[in-house]
């Protein structure tokens, strides 16, 4: 799908993606699905509700026949209009309470209760001719002519199946009395409302998959949007590579400060260089005050011998003390007898004899 910029959605969406699409009410779900569990249950709640109603329907119609002997019938009875409306309410209010429920359940299970105003918010956009022209052709309307020409190919199908299999019982209806041809023409319009839905069911179903695919294929992205949302929410990279370097720049210039501190500096002999001091007062054992790798450690060695402080070179215990130690901490136990050897040849040396005190 051609996207602006001449780009491409080719990218999954984001969580960021998703979350503001939730926020905006931009959700899939199949009206389909709903249309066919209310519809089932509505019918079903009709056919459970069958007796109650036909009972109130047949007391409310006594009601009314008995005061037509009155010159004013409905006047007669102030309570009449009430007592109609109150008939009224009975038989519907169930059957519309049963609609509602399942509405919202047909939906909320879809888009998991996401409950938002925003899609109620006036757009302009709307009101743009060519969108409107654009989506009267779209593949999305051309799917949904296709499921109304297979909804209703399959309720006629059914349809006359179902008189089909029970035309010579419809013919006798005739000589039935009227309360049996009702009783039969409602179990025909129930099976035929069972067997629609289950047909409905099916279709729902691919409607589903479908809404699925089509929602996931509208969030993808481009690469170029999944780059600024990166920058929007971790940051610019430039920006972030910037700090680091100076944060970088400002551990270096506090680690330099402190080799004049050190007691020596072990090399390696160009490559690695590694300050310590060892202070028994406060602490158990000598403590990396800098550490580096090339030209850092040529730094540190520089600024050793400016100082004062012992260098000397140790290829296999320098390369050691660069990999396990870390700045600022204490020495790993492992190098303990190589490091006091070396404090101690310094102390013998008269180099900062100071050291031990």
């Known amino acids: 799908m051609a996207e602006s910029n001449g780009q491409e959605k080719t990218e999954k969406p984001t969580t960021k993606r998703r979350n503001d699409a939730r926020k905006e009410g931009n959700l899939f779900q199949s009206k389909d699905a709903v249309t066919v569990l209310m519809l089932f249950g509505v019918f079903y709640m009709m056919k459970i509700m069958l007796p109650y109603i036909y009972k109130t329907v047949v007391e409310c119609m006594?009601?009314?026949?008995?005061?037509?002997?009155?010159?004013?019938?409905?006047?007669?009875?102030?309570?009449?209009?009430?007592?109609?409306?109150?008939?009224?309410?009975?038989?519907?209010?169930?059957?519309?309470?049963?609609?509602?429920?399942?509405?919202?359940?047909?939906?909320?299970?879809?888009?998991?209760?996401?409950?938002?105003?925003?899609?109620?918010?006036?757009?302009?956009s709307k009101l743009n001719p060519i969108n409107g022209l654009k989506k009267m052709f779209g593949i999305k309307k051309l799917v949904d002519l296709a499921k109304n020409l297979i909804k209703i190919s399959l309720l006629l199908a059914l349809l006359y199946n179902l008189l089909k299999e029970d035309v010579v019982q419809t013919a006798r209806m005739i000589d039935m009395n009227v309360y049996t041809?009702?009783?039969?023409?409602?179990?025909?319009?129930?099976?035929?409302?069972?067997?629609?839905?289950?047909?409905?069911a099916v279709v729902a179903f691919f409607d589903f998959l479908y809404q699925r695919w089509d929602y996931e294929n509208n969030l993808k992205m481009t690469k170029q949007e999944v780059k600024d949302e990166y920058k929007m929410t971790e940051g610019n990279p430039e920006i972030k590579g910037r700090i680091r370097r100076i944060q970088r720049q400002m551990a270096l210039s506090r680690m330099m400060s402190k080799v004049p501190q050190a007691d020596v500096i072990i090399r390696n002999?160009?490559?690695f260089a590694v300050a310590l001091k060892y202070d028994p007062e406060k602490n158990g054992a000598p403590v990396v005050l800098a550490k580096g790798q090339d030209q850092i450690a040529f730094r540190i060695i520089r600024i050793g011998e400016e100082n004062g402080v012992f260098v000397i070179e140790n290829r296999p215990l320098?390369?050691?003390?660069?990999?396990?130690?870390?700045?600022?901490?204490?020495?790993?136990?492992?190098?303990?007898?190589?490091?006091?050897?070396?404090?101690?040849?310094?102390?013998?040396?008269?180099?900062?004899?100071?050291?031990?005190?």
Do not use: W
Not at 89 to 109: A, E, F, N
Not at 330 to 346: K, Q, S
């Open 62 to 124: 006594v009601q009314i026949y008995s005061s037509i002997g009155y010159d004013d019938p409905l006047g007669s009875s102030p309570n009449m209009y009430v007592f109609m409306v109150v008939s009224l309410l009975k038989c519907s209010l169930p059957l519309l309470l049963t609609s509602v429920v399942l509405g919202i359940i047909g939906h909320g299970t879809q888009t998991r209760f996401n409950v938002t105003f925003k899609p109620l918010r006036p757009k302009f």
């Open 181 to 200: 041809s009702a009783a039969h023409t409602l179990q025909l319009v129930f099976d035929l409302v069972v067997r629609v839905s289950l047909a409905f």
């Open 269 to 271: 002999p160009t490559h």
């Open 318 to 357: 320098a390369r050691a003390l660069y990999a396990a130690c870390e700045v600022e901490r204490e020495i790993p136990p492992e190098f303990y007898g190589a490091v006091a050897e070396i404090l101690v040849y310094i102390y013998k040396a008269g180099h900062r004899e100071d050291m031990f005190r």
